[in-house]
């Protein structure tokens, strides 16, 4: 096996990735218009994407990261309107979108056009929240984009499964996709209810951070094998575990939680970085299985299903966050009320991603009897151009529609009031069970050191507090800012002292290490108080 085109593709997609934060253009823009640049330069190899991995090897991962970060509480508060766009947008998608390819693509029958519809149905997970986040939208708009993102591929893979039985001739009914779907949802969530329990238990038993994070690493990958085994979803499977890990996570040793959010933070970089630069590397496997097809009739059909792509969601959304107020009572009494700028952004907030491509190369080249698939290679190049059409044109106009429709921004002073106040009562219970537990004789400490441990509580209740005061006049900091200075400089000192003990071999390097251990968890906690 050749490694050096995965080795070329990780390394080159980090690079473009980490040149994006110095620039205002969201990271997976610019890693696929790189991929589309990179790809037609000779001698760079052909990076097909093989269904067989994207699915089970690259999927489980970023779906475990966006769920595992997301609150449990903020997504059962706003249920309906995600379960509205995970699930009823995705099955109106897929057949809106069919019918319209049905239309206009001459000889392509009506099975062959629900299969497009269904892949490219599902936004993508990464590209909304990147965006949502990068530009500050709302909590609750930014929580029901991020959910519908981790559902809506168990509902996509799905609808496609059923449309690709009828394409290919097994016979499929109306009966028999609705007992399919609902075998893949109640069976996904039930794997995820059976995995969480004791996969959290084994977390908190296990003692060493390095077994717990290897454990972290398989996880996803367990509960989305393990789902696809019984045929049930195994999307669904890894966002429940994942949401249930997440919202348990207090419960795990402080050690495993620093050394696990770095290695997904790691994880999640790279991956999500090839996965999009692999997006724009497929237009030359895409264009060259469009021989038969004229270039002007393929770019009008791409065009046309753009258009239909984004009307429909627009179609759908609007109705979907209003119509349930004006007929329910107990949705306006129980539910924040939804603003018309907020419908906008949420249907402008369409971009597709590589599980549509993903998808679209697993069609079969043939259909039962060994007839070609109809017209398989234009389905690729609709699903492809779809893609690429709403990384490019939505994702380049989200962040400025969104500024153009000021959305109240978030109060720092009251959140920073809410986190003060949140800190005083726990600080206050800590300093209550620090003198229970100093005057047990057993736990007799000097002087010092027990008040070492009071002033910890005390700079930690007043370090939020601080920030709202005012900047030094002189340099222009924050408080926090010139306690983080002096903080790193301190350390910084005794960083070259121990250096310099070393080279003069007054202790050795396993000594060192440890040392400089120490020191590094000490100024991470001082980033952190600050943070």
Known sequence: ???????????????????????????????????????????????????????????????????????????????????????????????????????????????????LGAVVAPPDAVAATAVARRVGLPSRITTILQGESLLNDATAITAYKVALAAAVGE?????????????????????????????????????????????????PFVAYGVAEQVHASGVLAVVTVALYLGHRAWEVDFATRLQEEAVWKMVA??????????????????????????????????????????????????????????????VR??????TWRGAMVTGWAGMRGVVSLAIAFSIPVTVHGGGPFPQRNLLL??????????????????????????????????????????????????????????????????????????????RRRNAVWERLGQTNPVTGESVDDTYRRLSRDMIGAEREVFVRLRDGRYIDDEMLRTLLRRLDLEEAAVYRETA
């Open 333 to 338: 009494e129980r539910e924040e009320n939804p």
């Open 381 to 458: 190049f609709l699903t492809f151009t779809t893609v690429i059409g709403t990384l490019v044109v939505q994702g380049l106009t989200l962040p400025p529609l969104i500024r153009l429709l000021k959305f109240p921004g978030r109060d720092a002073r009251a959140a920073t009031l809410a986190e003060a106040n949140a800190q005083a009562q726990a600080s206050l219970a800590a300093e209550q069970r620090l003198e229970e537990l100093l005057a047990d004789e057993r736990n007799t400490l000097p002087p010092p050191l027990a008040e070492r441990l009071r002033a910890v509580l005390e």
């Open 171 to 219: 016979g499929a009914t109306w009966a028999g996709g609705a007992e399919e779907f609902l075998v893949a949802a109640v069976g996904g969530v039930g794997v995820g209810l059976v995995l969480m329990a004791p996969l959290h238990w084994l977390r908190t038993r296990l003692k060493e951070a390095l077994l717990q994070n290897s454990l972290s690493l398989l996880i």
């Open 269 to 330: 970089f790279v991956l999500e970085s090839a996965v999009f630069a692999l997006i724009g590397l497929q237009l030359p496997v895409v264009v060259r299985g469009l021989d038969t097809y004229s270039g002007a009739d393929a770019v009008l059909y791409a065009v046309i299903l753009f258009l239909v792509v984004v009307a429909a969601r627009f179609v759908w959304v609007y109705p979907a966050t209003f119509l349930p107020r004006l007929l329910s009572r107990r």
């Open 1 to 115: 096996m050749d490694v050096m085109p995965l080795l070329l593709l990780v390394a080159g997609s980090a690079a473009v990735a980490g040149a994006a934060r110095r620039t205002p253009v969201p990271a997976p823009l610019l890693l696929v218009a790189a991929g589309l640049a990179v790809s037609y330069v000779p001698g760079v190899p052909d990076y097909a994407l093989d269904p067989e991995v994207v699915l089970p090897l690259l999927l489980p991962p970023l779906l475990y990261t966006s769920a595992i970060d997301s609150s449990y509480l903020d997504l059962r508060a706003q249920v309906r309107p995600v379960a509205l766009l995970s699930v009823g947008y995705v099955l109106f998608a897929t057949f809106v979108v069919g019918w319209a390819a049905y239309l206009i693509v001459p000889d392509l029958p009506l099975t062959a056009a629900l299969v």
